[in-house]
């Protein structure tokens, strides 16, 4: 089975960091048809997330957010980003120098529309988050610049 590019057979885990323990664990990959994606999602999360669609700059809903908290996958839930990681970068999308985990992000070439760019999916279900750039901060010069349609905030209290 296919999952935006990446094969993965029946019955296979992969390791998933989960931030809430600080724990890596084993986890089923999520599959589901386009119909079962567009129960779950609303028209802009599957155009984005399941098409590999983009939201215009400055109208996604974290594009300036400052909560603290843990951006998950909107998809499977997966934790990906941590908002001390966040940063104002001034393209009008959520951006984050480091993902929670390598485990939790697959980064592929992306030469799609004349760009030579490197995408960003979640590892779990292969949801199409962004892309990543190299001209972003210290410690890791990275942008991970991410659509707020595919990612959920799971504020700190």
């Known amino acids: 089975m296919k999952i935006h590019g990446l094969e993965k057979p ?26 079962e994606w567009k ?3 609303t028209p802009e999360q599957f155009d984005v997330a399941r098409k590999k ?8 809903k974290y594009h300036a957010t ?12 997966t934790d990906l980003f941590d908002s ?7 393209t009008g999308w959520p951006s984050f120098f480091a ?3 390598d485990l939790n992000i697959r980064l592929v070439p992306d030469d799609s529309g004349g ?11 292969g949801a199409h988050l962004g892309h990543v750039f190299d001209d972003g901060p210290l410690p890791t010069r990275k942008r991970y610049c991410m659509n707020s349609a595919a990612l959920d905030l799971r504020k700190k209290s």
């Open 84 to 90: 001390v990681t966040k940063f104002d970068s001034g």
């Open 115 to 125: 760009m030579s760019r490197t995408e960003a999916l979640c590892a779990r279900c």
């Open 53 to 60: 669609g983009t939201e215009y700059a400055f109208s996604g």
């Open 99 to 101: 993902p929670v985990s």
């Open 66 to 77: 400052k909560e603290p908290g843990i951006y998950r996958c909107i998809c499977c839930g």
């Open 39 to 41: 129960v779950q999602l």
């Open 10 to 35: 029946w019955g296979s885990r992969i390791r998933i960091f989960n931030a809430r323990t600080s724990t890596v664990e084993e986890v089923t990959p999520v599959t589901k048809t386009d119909e």
